[in-house]
């Protein structure tokens, strides 16, 4: 039924779609090979970065390191500031002594160096927060470790029964 011409171009047409489909795939499979490289590339890249990251943020958190008895007992709080401003511990001064704080007590106030809670590293805040803190915050540490209670007790309501 078909001229003979149709039948010849049609057979080539046959012919060049199989050679290339056959260069598709070897196309393809260069294709998917190039890209499965690439996304174990960045997925290296990712598991590299999330590494040096955490160990970034270890370094630089100050409650990596355990607290030590002696450092607690070095705190000196301005006695001054405690009558003043009673149960306000962030609005006292510190001086953080080598020496026992009953030493530290009766040294003139003159020659120690208060430092207010603002101005104190981020270890000796964290050390005067464990000191000084409501007894709630140890905690609540332990399950939102540095959060920080501001408001523990509520204003227009009693305490909650637990």
Aim: net charge negative; aromatic share 6%; glycine share 2%.
């Amino acid at each position: 039924n078909k001229p003979p011409q149709e039948q010849h171009q049609n057979s080539t047409n046959t012919t060049s779609t199989t050679t290339t489909t056959g260069k598709d795939r070897v196309t393809r499979n260069k294709k998917n090979s190039v890209v499965q490289r690439i996304l174990q590339e960045k997925k290296q890249a990712r598991q590299l970065a999330s590494i040096i990251v955490s160990a970034d943020e270890e370094d630089d958190e100050p409650g990596n390191a355990a607290i030590a008895d002696a450092e607690l007992e070095q705190i000196v709080v301005n006695e001054d500031d405690q009558s003043f401003y009673p149960k306000q511990h962030r609005r006292w001064r510190y001086n953080f002594s080598s020496s026992s704080s009953e030493t530290a007590t009766t040294t003139a106030a003159s020659s120690l160096c208060w430092q207010g809670y603002s101005s104190l590293t981020e270890r000796q805040r964290l050390l005067v927060e464990v000191k000084l803190a409501p007894r709630i915050n140890p905690i609540l540490w332990s399950r939102w470790p540095n959060s920080v209670v501001d408001k523990f007790t509520p204003e227009d309501e009693a305490l909650p029964i637990v």
